[in-house]
Protein backbone atom coordinates (compact mmCIF):
# COMPACT_ATOMS: atom_id res chain seq x y z
CA UNK A 1 0.00 0.00 0.00
CA UNK A 2 1.13 3.47 -0.87
CA UNK A 3 1.61 6.08 2.16
CA UNK A 4 -1.57 8.35 2.48
CA UNK A 5 -2.71 11.35 4.32
CA UNK A 6 -6.90 11.10 4.93
CA UNK A 7 -9.15 13.30 6.63
CA UNK A 8 -12.58 14.31 5.77
CA UNK A 9 -14.50 16.78 7.85
CA UNK A 10 -17.51 16.65 6.40
CA UNK A 11 -20.40 16.08 8.58
CA UNK A 12 -22.92 13.61 6.68
CA UNK A 13 -26.66 14.21 7.65
CA UNK A 14 -28.44 10.90 5.84
CA UNK A 15 -31.89 10.21 5.63
CA UNK A 16 -35.48 11.38 5.06
CA UNK A 17 -37.20 14.32 6.91
CA UNK A 18 -34.29 16.12 8.70
CA UNK A 19 -34.37 19.27 6.93
CA UNK A 20 -35.39 21.09 9.74
CA UNK A 21 -32.58 20.53 11.49
CA UNK A 22 -30.62 23.05 9.35
CA UNK A 23 -31.30 25.34 12.05
CA UNK A 24 -28.80 23.42 14.07
CA UNK A 25 -26.36 23.01 11.49
CA UNK A 26 -25.77 26.89 10.62
CA UNK A 27 -24.62 28.99 13.06
CA UNK A 28 -27.40 31.37 14.27
CA UNK A 29 -27.17 35.07 13.18
CA UNK A 30 -25.21 33.40 9.99
CA UNK A 31 -25.99 36.00 7.10
CA UNK A 32 -26.05 33.11 4.62
CA UNK A 33 -26.61 32.36 0.67
CA UNK A 34 -28.28 30.03 -0.69
CA UNK A 35 -27.41 29.00 -4.15
CA UNK A 36 -29.03 26.72 -6.67
CA UNK A 37 -29.44 25.47 -10.10
CA UNK A 38 -31.62 26.30 -12.92
CA UNK A 39 -34.65 26.16 -10.69
CA UNK A 40 -35.94 22.62 -9.69
CA UNK A 41 -35.68 23.40 -6.13
CA UNK A 42 -37.99 25.92 -6.70
CA UNK A 43 -40.51 23.61 -8.89
CA UNK A 44 -40.74 20.78 -6.50
CA UNK A 45 -40.60 23.22 -3.18
CA UNK A 46 -37.00 22.13 -1.62
CA UNK A 47 -36.33 25.57 -1.78
CA UNK A 48 -39.44 26.72 0.52
CA UNK A 49 -38.54 24.17 2.98
CA UNK A 50 -34.87 25.51 3.31
CA UNK A 51 -35.88 28.74 3.99
CA UNK A 52 -38.27 28.64 6.36
CA UNK A 53 -35.30 26.23 8.06
CA UNK A 54 -32.96 29.30 8.46
CA UNK A 55 -35.78 30.77 10.19
CA UNK A 56 -34.45 34.65 10.70
CA UNK A 57 -31.24 34.48 9.74
CA UNK A 58 -30.43 37.09 6.28
CA UNK A 59 -30.12 35.48 3.55
CA UNK A 60 -29.70 35.90 0.19
CA UNK A 61 -30.66 34.00 -3.21
CA UNK A 62 -28.59 33.22 -5.63
CA UNK A 63 -30.06 31.20 -8.23
CA UNK A 64 -29.15 30.42 -11.83
CA UNK A 65 -25.83 28.07 -11.41
CA UNK A 66 -25.75 26.29 -14.70
CA UNK A 67 -24.99 22.70 -15.39
CA UNK A 68 -21.03 22.33 -15.69
CA UNK A 69 -20.78 26.06 -14.05
CA UNK A 70 -19.50 28.86 -15.96
CA UNK A 71 -16.99 30.84 -13.96
CA UNK A 72 -18.63 34.60 -15.19
CA UNK A 73 -22.00 33.21 -13.19
CA UNK A 74 -19.92 32.04 -9.83
CA UNK A 75 -17.80 35.30 -10.47
CA UNK A 76 -21.00 37.44 -10.17
CA UNK A 77 -22.20 35.57 -6.92
CA UNK A 78 -18.83 35.92 -5.48
CA UNK A 79 -19.20 39.68 -6.24
CA UNK A 80 -22.78 39.53 -4.27
CA UNK A 81 -21.75 37.45 -1.58
CA UNK A 82 -19.02 40.32 -0.81
CA UNK A 83 -21.09 43.45 -1.01
CA UNK A 84 -23.71 40.91 1.56
CA UNK A 85 -21.33 40.33 3.66
CA UNK A 86 -22.53 36.83 3.34
CA UNK A 87 -20.17 34.74 6.16
CA UNK A 88 -22.00 30.71 5.49
CA UNK A 89 -22.83 29.68 2.01
CA UNK A 90 -25.89 26.80 1.64
CA UNK A 91 -25.50 25.06 -1.59
CA UNK A 92 -29.14 23.35 -2.74
CA UNK A 93 -28.69 20.90 -5.66
CA UNK A 94 -26.47 18.46 -7.90
CA UNK A 95 -22.33 18.49 -8.41
CA UNK A 96 -22.95 21.33 -10.44
CA UNK A 97 -24.13 23.74 -7.78
CA UNK A 98 -21.74 22.22 -4.88
CA UNK A 99 -18.91 22.99 -6.73
CA UNK A 100 -20.22 26.20 -8.04
CA UNK A 101 -20.42 27.31 -4.86
CA UNK A 102 -17.43 25.64 -3.53
CA UNK A 103 -16.16 28.26 -6.41
CA UNK A 104 -17.90 31.20 -4.55
CA UNK A 105 -16.09 29.84 -1.31
CA UNK A 106 -12.77 30.64 -2.26
CA UNK A 107 -13.43 33.65 -4.43
CA UNK A 108 -15.56 35.85 -2.29
CA UNK A 109 -13.06 37.21 0.11
CA UNK A 110 -9.71 37.13 -2.15
CA UNK A 111 -8.13 40.13 -3.58
CA UNK A 112 -7.57 39.81 -7.15
CA UNK A 113 -8.69 38.04 -10.10
CA UNK A 114 -10.70 34.84 -9.11
CA UNK A 115 -9.44 32.92 -12.45
CA UNK A 116 -6.11 32.58 -10.52
CA UNK A 117 -8.23 30.47 -8.10
CA UNK A 118 -8.40 27.58 -10.82
CA UNK A 119 -5.65 25.01 -11.91
CA UNK A 120 -5.38 26.28 -15.71
CA UNK A 121 -1.63 25.67 -16.82
CA UNK A 122 -0.30 27.05 -13.83
CA UNK A 123 -0.81 26.56 -10.01
CA UNK A 124 -3.17 28.51 -8.43
CA UNK A 125 -2.76 31.23 -6.04
CA UNK A 126 -2.69 29.98 -2.24
CA UNK A 127 -5.41 31.11 0.05
CA UNK A 128 -5.64 31.17 3.69
CA UNK A 129 -7.94 29.46 5.41
CA UNK A 130 -9.75 31.91 6.83
CA UNK A 131 -10.32 33.47 4.28
CA UNK A 132 -12.58 30.48 2.91
CA UNK A 133 -16.08 30.74 3.21
CA UNK A 134 -17.64 28.10 5.32
CA UNK A 135 -20.36 25.90 3.42
CA UNK A 136 -23.16 23.18 3.68
CA UNK A 137 -24.94 21.25 1.07
CA UNK A 138 -27.96 19.55 0.52
CA UNK A 139 -27.63 17.34 -2.17
CA UNK A 140 -30.60 16.94 -4.63
CA UNK A 141 -28.53 14.33 -7.09
CA UNK A 142 -26.18 11.46 -6.09
CA UNK A 143 -23.50 11.15 -8.68
CA UNK A 144 -20.11 13.89 -8.13
CA UNK A 145 -19.32 12.90 -4.29
CA UNK A 146 -18.96 16.71 -4.41
CA UNK A 147 -21.00 16.34 -0.72
CA UNK A 148 -18.31 15.40 0.06
CA UNK A 149 -14.79 16.13 -1.08
CA UNK A 150 -13.05 19.29 -1.61
CA UNK A 151 -12.94 19.46 -5.53
CA UNK A 152 -14.83 21.30 -7.72
CA UNK A 153 -15.03 21.37 -11.22
CA UNK A 154 -15.29 25.32 -13.19
CA UNK A 155 -16.43 26.07 -16.89
CA UNK A 156 -13.94 28.83 -18.20
CA UNK A 157 -12.24 29.98 -21.03
CA UNK A 158 -13.66 26.68 -23.02
CA UNK A 159 -12.33 24.84 -21.20
CA UNK A 160 -13.30 23.09 -17.55
CA UNK A 161 -10.61 23.31 -14.54
CA UNK A 162 -10.22 21.72 -11.31
CA UNK A 163 -11.06 23.65 -8.03
CA UNK A 164 -9.44 22.24 -4.87
CA UNK A 165 -8.67 23.49 -1.83
CA UNK A 166 -8.99 21.80 1.97
CA UNK A 167 -11.82 24.31 3.75
CA UNK A 168 -13.92 23.67 0.51
CA UNK A 169 -15.05 20.31 2.08
CA UNK A 170 -18.41 21.41 3.39
CA UNK A 171 -19.10 21.77 7.00
CA UNK A 172 -22.08 19.28 6.63
CA UNK A 173 -24.06 18.01 3.78
CA UNK A 174 -27.62 16.70 4.32
CA UNK A 175 -28.80 13.73 1.83
CA UNK A 176 -32.40 13.01 1.43
CA UNK A 177 -32.99 10.41 -0.82
CA UNK A 178 -36.53 11.64 -1.17
CA UNK A 179 -35.26 14.97 -2.81
CA UNK A 180 -33.98 12.99 -5.72
CA UNK A 181 -37.17 11.33 -6.43
CA UNK A 182 -37.77 13.97 -8.87
CA UNK A 183 -34.86 13.58 -10.36
CA UNK A 184 -35.47 12.51 -14.67
CA UNK A 185 -34.12 9.50 -15.06
CA UNK A 186 -31.35 10.49 -17.29
CA UNK A 187 -29.80 12.51 -14.65
CA UNK A 188 -30.54 9.08 -12.49
CA UNK A 189 -28.70 7.14 -15.21
CA UNK A 190 -25.78 9.91 -14.95
CA UNK A 191 -25.22 9.30 -11.27
CA UNK A 192 -25.33 5.47 -11.45
CA UNK A 193 -22.45 5.82 -14.04
CA UNK A 194 -20.71 8.97 -13.15
CA UNK A 195 -20.51 6.79 -8.96
CA UNK A 196 -19.18 3.64 -11.25
CA UNK A 197 -16.26 5.20 -12.57
CA UNK A 198 -14.86 7.37 -10.09
CA UNK A 199 -14.78 3.80 -8.50
CA UNK A 200 -12.67 2.90 -10.80
CA UNK A 201 -10.63 5.62 -11.58
CA UNK A 202 -9.09 4.61 -8.64
CA UNK A 203 -9.14 0.79 -8.49
CA UNK A 204 -8.32 -0.15 -12.51
CA UNK A 205 -4.52 0.52 -12.09
CA UNK A 206 -2.43 -1.70 -10.69
CA UNK A 207 -2.12 -3.67 -7.76
CA UNK A 208 -0.38 -2.42 -4.56
CA UNK A 209 -2.42 -5.12 -1.83
CA UNK A 210 -4.75 -1.74 -0.91
CA UNK A 211 -7.21 -4.85 0.25
CA UNK A 212 -9.81 -2.81 2.37
CA UNK A 213 -9.56 0.03 -0.31
CA UNK A 214 -9.87 -2.95 -3.42
CA UNK A 215 -13.25 -4.47 -1.72
CA UNK A 216 -14.55 -1.32 -0.52
CA UNK A 217 -14.51 -0.27 -4.06
CA UNK A 218 -15.82 -3.55 -5.32
CA UNK A 219 -18.58 -3.00 -3.04
CA UNK A 220 -19.33 0.15 -4.25
CA UNK A 221 -19.54 -1.46 -7.72
CA UNK A 222 -21.56 -4.28 -7.47
CA UNK A 223 -23.98 -2.32 -5.28
CA UNK A 224 -24.46 -0.06 -8.12
CA UNK A 225 -24.33 -3.19 -10.62
CA UNK A 226 -27.75 -4.46 -8.38
CA UNK A 227 -29.69 -0.74 -8.06
CA UNK A 228 -28.89 0.85 -11.12
CA UNK A 229 -31.68 -0.53 -12.62
CA UNK A 230 -33.77 -0.80 -9.82
CA UNK A 231 -33.59 3.00 -8.82
CA UNK A 232 -34.19 4.49 -13.01
CA UNK A 233 -37.73 1.85 -12.83
CA UNK A 234 -38.65 2.70 -9.32
CA UNK A 235 -37.62 6.17 -8.43
CA UNK A 236 -39.68 6.09 -4.84
CA UNK A 237 -38.23 2.62 -4.45
CA UNK A 238 -36.24 4.56 -1.15
CA UNK A 239 -33.77 2.17 -0.19
CA UNK A 240 -32.75 1.71 -3.66
CA UNK A 241 -31.91 5.36 -4.01
CA UNK A 242 -30.34 5.35 -0.41
CA UNK A 243 -28.45 3.05 -1.46
CA UNK A 244 -27.26 5.05 -5.12
CA UNK A 245 -26.77 8.07 -2.94
CA UNK A 246 -24.40 6.61 -0.28
CA UNK A 247 -22.84 4.86 -3.23
CA UNK A 248 -22.28 7.77 -4.69
CA UNK A 249 -20.95 9.76 -1.86
CA UNK A 250 -18.51 6.85 -0.93
CA UNK A 251 -16.96 6.64 -4.31
CA UNK A 252 -15.15 9.99 -4.18
CA UNK A 253 -14.47 11.06 -0.34
CA UNK A 254 -11.39 9.96 -0.44
CA UNK A 255 -11.61 6.37 1.70
CA UNK A 256 -11.29 4.34 -1.20
CA UNK A 257 -8.95 6.15 -2.67
CA UNK A 258 -6.41 6.21 0.16
CA UNK A 259 -2.85 4.32 -0.28
CA UNK A 260 -3.81 3.09 -3.96
CA UNK A 261 -2.51 4.52 -7.33
CA UNK A 262 -5.15 6.30 -9.57
CA UNK A 263 -5.86 7.13 -12.75
CA UNK A 264 -8.14 10.16 -14.05
CA UNK A 265 -7.60 9.62 -18.04
CA UNK A 266 -11.49 8.70 -18.74
CA UNK A 267 -12.16 12.31 -16.71
CA UNK A 268 -9.61 14.41 -18.60
CA UNK A 269 -10.48 13.24 -21.96
CA UNK A 270 -14.40 13.52 -20.78
CA UNK A 271 -13.80 17.28 -19.76
CA UNK A 272 -13.14 18.01 -23.15
CA UNK A 273 -16.06 16.62 -24.54
CA UNK A 274 -18.11 18.24 -22.90
CA UNK A 275 -16.56 21.71 -22.99
CA UNK A 276 -16.44 21.54 -26.47
CA UNK A 277 -19.84 19.61 -27.51
CA UNK A 278 -22.11 20.02 -24.33
CA UNK A 279 -22.50 16.30 -23.39
CA UNK A 280 -23.46 15.81 -19.97
CA UNK A 281 -20.48 14.75 -17.48
CA UNK A 282 -21.25 10.71 -17.04
CA UNK A 283 -22.00 10.66 -20.62
CA UNK A 284 -18.60 11.46 -22.12
CA UNK A 285 -17.01 9.28 -19.14
CA UNK A 286 -19.28 6.29 -20.65
CA UNK A 287 -18.36 7.08 -24.45
CA UNK A 288 -14.30 7.17 -23.01
CA UNK A 289 -13.73 4.30 -20.47
CA UNK A 290 -14.50 1.02 -22.65
CA UNK A 291 -11.76 2.37 -24.60
CA UNK A 292 -9.33 3.86 -22.62
CA UNK A 293 -9.54 0.40 -21.01
CA UNK A 294 -9.50 -1.95 -24.54
CA UNK A 295 -6.07 0.67 -25.28
CA UNK A 296 -4.87 0.26 -21.61
CA UNK A 297 -5.35 -3.63 -20.90
CA UNK A 298 -1.70 -4.49 -20.80
CA UNK A 299 -0.66 -1.87 -18.29
CA UNK A 300 -4.43 -2.61 -16.20
CA UNK A 301 -3.93 -6.16 -17.09
CA UNK A 302 -3.75 -7.55 -12.70
CA UNK A 303 -6.61 -4.54 -11.46
CA UNK A 304 -8.89 -5.64 -14.59
CA UNK A 305 -8.43 -9.41 -13.95
CA UNK A 306 -9.46 -9.04 -10.64
CA UNK A 307 -12.56 -6.94 -11.42
CA UNK A 308 -13.28 -9.25 -13.77
CA UNK A 309 -13.48 -11.89 -11.23
CA UNK A 310 -14.53 -9.72 -8.22
CA UNK A 311 -17.15 -7.52 -9.78
CA UNK A 312 -18.70 -9.89 -12.55
CA UNK A 313 -18.16 -13.54 -11.14
CA UNK A 314 -15.89 -14.32 -14.90
CA UNK A 315 -14.07 -17.18 -13.71
CA UNK A 316 -14.12 -18.91 -17.13
CA UNK A 317 -12.11 -18.84 -19.89
CA UNK A 318 -8.09 -17.37 -20.00
CA UNK A 319 -6.91 -14.26 -18.59
CA UNK A 320 -7.01 -12.29 -21.94
CA UNK A 321 -10.80 -13.13 -22.41
CA UNK A 322 -11.86 -12.68 -18.75
CA UNK A 323 -10.55 -8.96 -18.97
CA UNK A 324 -12.32 -8.61 -22.37
CA UNK A 325 -15.44 -10.18 -21.30
CA UNK A 326 -15.80 -7.45 -18.21
CA UNK A 327 -15.06 -4.71 -20.69
CA UNK A 328 -17.75 -5.52 -22.51
CA UNK A 329 -20.10 -6.22 -19.52
CA UNK A 330 -19.03 -2.70 -18.30
CA UNK A 331 -19.81 -1.18 -21.68
CA UNK A 332 -23.02 -3.18 -21.90
CA UNK A 333 -24.30 -1.70 -18.42
CA UNK A 334 -23.90 1.32 -19.28
CA UNK A 335 -26.10 0.47 -22.53
CA UNK A 336 -28.48 -1.19 -20.05
CA UNK A 337 -28.83 2.31 -17.97
CA UNK A 338 -29.58 4.06 -21.19
CA UNK A 339 -25.97 5.85 -21.89
CA UNK A 340 -24.10 5.75 -25.05
CA UNK A 341 -21.22 4.41 -25.57
CA UNK A 342 -19.88 5.90 -28.76
CA UNK A 343 -18.70 9.48 -30.26
CA UNK A 344 -20.49 9.19 -33.30
CA UNK A 345 -23.73 8.36 -31.62
CA UNK A 346 -23.08 12.36 -30.07
CA UNK A 347 -22.98 13.50 -33.72
CA UNK A 348 -19.28 14.50 -33.13
CA UNK A 349 -17.09 13.80 -36.73
CA UNK A 350 -14.23 12.14 -36.61
CA UNK A 351 -12.39 14.65 -37.98
CA UNK A 352 -13.47 16.32 -34.95
CA UNK A 353 -10.69 14.03 -32.97
CA UNK A 354 -7.77 16.71 -33.64
CA UNK A 355 -9.68 19.23 -32.24
CA UNK A 356 -10.12 17.14 -29.13
CA UNK A 357 -6.76 16.18 -28.81
CA UNK A 358 -5.29 19.83 -29.21
CA UNK A 359 -7.68 20.81 -26.65
CA UNK A 360 -6.07 18.22 -24.16
CA UNK A 361 -2.39 19.01 -25.26
CA UNK A 362 -3.90 22.85 -24.32
CA UNK A 363 -4.58 22.54 -20.89
CA UNK A 364 -1.73 20.43 -20.54
CA UNK A 365 -3.26 17.02 -20.64
CA UNK A 366 0.09 15.24 -22.24
CA UNK A 367 0.99 13.10 -19.53
CA UNK A 368 -2.23 10.97 -18.31
CA UNK A 369 -2.35 7.41 -16.59
CA UNK A 370 -1.36 6.12 -13.42
CA UNK A 371 2.37 6.10 -14.45
CA UNK A 372 2.00 9.33 -16.58
CA UNK A 373 3.00 7.87 -19.72
CA UNK A 374 -0.39 8.30 -21.66
CA UNK A 375 0.51 11.32 -24.10
CA UNK A 376 -1.58 12.63 -26.89
CA UNK A 377 -1.44 10.05 -29.09
CA UNK A 378 -2.60 7.38 -26.82
CA UNK A 379 -5.12 9.60 -26.12
CA UNK A 380 -6.11 10.18 -29.91
CA UNK A 381 -6.20 6.04 -30.37
CA UNK A 382 -8.51 5.91 -27.52
CA UNK A 383 -10.67 8.61 -28.47
CA UNK A 384 -10.64 7.23 -32.63
CA UNK A 385 -11.41 3.81 -31.16
CA UNK A 386 -14.21 5.52 -28.79
CA UNK A 387 -15.68 6.82 -32.36
O1 LIG B 1 -30.29 23.24 -12.38
P1 LIG B 1 -31.49 22.56 -11.84
O2 LIG B 1 -32.76 23.18 -12.25
O3 LIG B 1 -31.41 22.29 -10.37
O4 LIG B 1 -31.55 21.11 -12.58
C1 LIG B 1 -30.50 20.17 -12.47
C2 LIG B 1 -29.67 20.06 -13.75
O5 LIG B 1 -30.41 20.44 -14.87
C3 LIG B 1 -31.14 18.80 -12.39
N1 LIG B 1 -31.47 18.39 -11.03
C4 LIG B 1 -30.65 18.33 -9.95
N2 LIG B 1 -31.29 17.82 -8.89
C5 LIG B 1 -32.57 17.57 -9.30
C6 LIG B 1 -32.69 17.94 -10.66
N3 LIG B 1 -33.84 17.80 -11.35
C7 LIG B 1 -34.89 17.29 -10.70
N4 LIG B 1 -34.86 16.89 -9.40
C8 LIG B 1 -33.72 17.01 -8.67
N5 LIG B 1 -33.67 16.56 -7.41
O6 LIG B 1 -30.14 17.92 -12.90
C9 LIG B 1 -29.39 18.59 -13.91
C10 LIG B 1 -27.92 18.25 -13.78
O7 LIG B 1 -27.39 18.77 -12.58
P2 LIG B 1 -25.82 18.86 -12.33
O8 LIG B 1 -25.61 19.43 -10.98
O9 LIG B 1 -25.16 19.55 -13.48
O10 LIG B 1 -25.37 17.33 -12.41
P3 LIG B 1 -24.26 16.52 -11.64
O11 LIG B 1 -24.62 16.34 -10.20
O12 LIG B 1 -24.05 15.32 -12.46
O13 LIG B 1 -22.96 17.47 -11.65
C11 LIG B 1 -22.14 17.57 -12.78
C12 LIG B 1 -20.98 18.51 -12.51
O14 LIG B 1 -20.13 18.00 -11.46
C13 LIG B 1 -18.76 17.97 -11.92
C14 LIG B 1 -18.93 17.76 -13.40
O15 LIG B 1 -17.76 18.09 -14.11
C15 LIG B 1 -20.10 18.67 -13.73
O16 LIG B 1 -19.66 20.01 -13.87
N6 LIG B 1 -17.99 16.96 -11.18
C16 LIG B 1 -17.62 17.25 -9.92
C17 LIG B 1 -16.83 16.41 -9.17
C18 LIG B 1 -16.42 16.74 -7.80
N7 LIG B 1 -16.79 17.88 -7.25
O17 LIG B 1 -15.71 15.97 -7.16
C19 LIG B 1 -16.32 15.14 -9.72
C20 LIG B 1 -17.04 14.70 -10.94
O18 LIG B 1 -16.21 13.83 -11.65
C21 LIG B 1 -17.48 15.79 -11.86
O19 LIG B 1 -16.39 16.21 -12.68
ZN1 LIG C 1 -17.13 12.28 -12.53
Known sequence: MLNFDYRNPTQIVFGKDRLAELDKLIPAGARVMVTYGGGSVKRFGTLDKVLSALGDRTVVEFGGIEANPQYETLAKAAKLAREES?????????????????????????????????????????????????????????????????????????????VNHPSIYPTFSLLDPTLTFTLPKIQVANGVVDAFVHVLEQYATYPVDGRVQDRTAEGIMRTLIEIGPITLEEPENYNARANLMWSATSALNGMIGAGVPFDWTTHMIGHELTAQFGIDHAQTLAAVLPSVWRVRKIQKHAKLLQYAERVWDITEGDEASRVDLAIDKTEQFFQQLGLKTHL???????????????????????????????????????LQLAW
Do not use: C, W
Open 86 to 162: IDFLLAVGGGSVMDGTKFIALATRFEGDSDSLLFHGFAPVPVEADQVLPLGTIATLPATGSEMNAFGVVSYNGGKFP
Open 344 to 382: RDYDIAQEQIDDIVAALEAHGMTALSESGDLGLDISREI
